[in-house]
């Protein structure tokens, strides 16, 4: 009986944080269950026929799960997803707990969990998934996580002790994802995208070496970072074959949401789904809180691009920047959630800074910015050190059929959210 006493312990405490607009209870609830039985999320697990699905990367877990959902809720299915984006292990137990009856049994037809990539290996001690869609390695947090081949191997370890019914989606285009695939006896399936750029360096590329001998890679063509087709001029290991290389519909906007569509893609198509349906349920589909989110403020458009790397950020500015963009804030803070070193602003690349009418800095290191944005060369910038008056500010500036938008990294997202909205996520 400690389940179903945990189980109604946990559901009183999210209905209380939501009535007092402390969040949706995303998180607590889990922390608690956990507490109560460590093998909470096992046990609610073993006594339900739910297949699984765990999205796993460093940038597009949430976007890729949102997409998987969409493609499978259209298509008649029932699914619960940690759709808050709480997806460390308490989280999780969280999202199990509020979907569970009080006798313990899950009645959806799928789970979808995002998972922290240094949490997947505790995660998949707990779990055992159908699919595990791995999407990237690229540095973040590095004062928490350390480098992406301690990540890799971590996650080569994990993945090893799952059982044959696990299959992977991963990317080809990512040396150390694509390598997973290899060294493992797990049927693994790949999405690629065709690389429409020159083969030469890039800003913020993490993974250059071969992960098998270590020498570098020879890339024929690179998407962004060290994505491309890439192949060890040493010892031969090239990028595998991919499955999916292109779809006839994309959501959303930027290079990085093609991968994040190829992969929820191939996941759906191995669930059953028709390419014709996918495409049809991606037209309902709504950008997940911060990621290409457009809220409507004081009558005013304003869009949200997280961007809590290197990676993620050059990504997110490149895509603003093709969107012809004249107003844009950054908001840089360096919190638990966002990493407490935030040196990777200096591998930010800011090509044609000078397109934008004017750029508006805040954040808890908001001068950290304003000294990498001033050693661009560019003038037009103001530094706010509330992010309230930033956004007032940004607001003023744009015309109504303008859009003003934010970068901000993990924990200014939800600060600006919380502005933007007037209530919490998490």
Not at 106 to 112: C, G
Not at 204 to 226: E, Q
Not at 232 to 240: A, F, K, M
Request: proline share 3%; glycine share 6%; aromatic share 8%.
């Amino acid at each position: 009986m400690i389940n179903a006493s945990l189980i109604a312990l946990g559901k009183t405490i999210s209905k209380i944080s939501q009535s007092f607009n402390r969040g949706n209870g995303s998180t607590w609830p889990g922390h608690i269950a956990l507490r109560g039985n460590k093998n909470f999320i096992k046990d609610i697990l073993s006594k339900s026929n739910t297949k699984i699905i765990i999205v796993a990367g460093t940038n597009g877990k949430t976007t890729t799960s949102g997409l998987i959902r969409i493609g499978l809720e259209e298509n008649g299915k029932k699914v619960l997803q940690n759709e808050s984006g709480a997806n460390l292990l308490n989280g999780i137990a969280s999202t199990i707990l509020l979907n569970t009856s009080l006798q313990g049994k899950i009645t959806k037809e799928f789970a979808i969990f995002e998972v922290d990539e240094n949490a997947l290996p505790l995660i998949l001690n707990q779990i055992t998934p159908d699919y595990l869609v791995l999407l990237n390695l690229f540095r973040d947090q590095l004062d928490r996580y350390g480098e992406i081949n301690t990540i890799a191997q971590k996650w080569h370890n994990a993945i090893n002790k799952l059982p044959e019914k696990t299959k992977l989606i991963l990317n080809a285009d990512d040396p150390q994802i694509a390598y997973i695939g290899m060294q493992t006896k797990l049927q693994s399936l790949y999405f690629s995208l065709e690389g429409k750029q020159e083969a030469k360096s890039q800003h913020a590329a993490d993974s250059v070496s071969c992960p098998k001998c270590g020498n570098k890679l020879i890339f024929a063509n690179i998407t962004f970072s060290h994505l491309g087709k890439w192949k060890c001029g040493t010892c031969g290991l090239q990028r595998p074959n991919p499955t999916l290389t292109h779809f006839d519909s994309y959501p959303l906007t930027g290079t990085y949401n093609k991968y994040n569509t190829h992969a929820a893609v191939l996941a759906l198509m191995n669930l059953g789904i028709d390419a014709t349906l996918i495409k049809s349920s991606f037209e309902n589909f709504k950008p997940a809180f911060g990621r290409q989110e457009t809220i409507i403020y004081q009558e005013k458009n304003v869009q949200l691009f997280l961007s809590k790397n290197p990676t993620s950020f050059n990504q997110s500015y490149q895509t603003i920047r093709d969107l012809n963009a004249t107003t844009l804030l950054i908001i840089l803070n360096d919190r638990i959630p966002d990493g407490r070193d935030v040196s990777w602003i200096w591998d930010t690349d800011l090509a044609e800074i000078q397109k934008f009418k004017r750029i508006l800095i805040s954040g808890d290191r908001a001068y950290d910015m304003a000294l990498r944005i001033k050693y661009e060369g560019y003038k037009q910038f103001e530094t706010f050190e509330r992010v309230q008056e930033a956004i007032a500010s940004g607001i003023k500036y744009i015309q109504p059929n303008e859009t003003l938008y934010i970068l901000p990294t993990y924990s200014a997202m939800l600060d600006t959210r919380k502005i933007l909205t007037g209530k919490k996520i998490l």
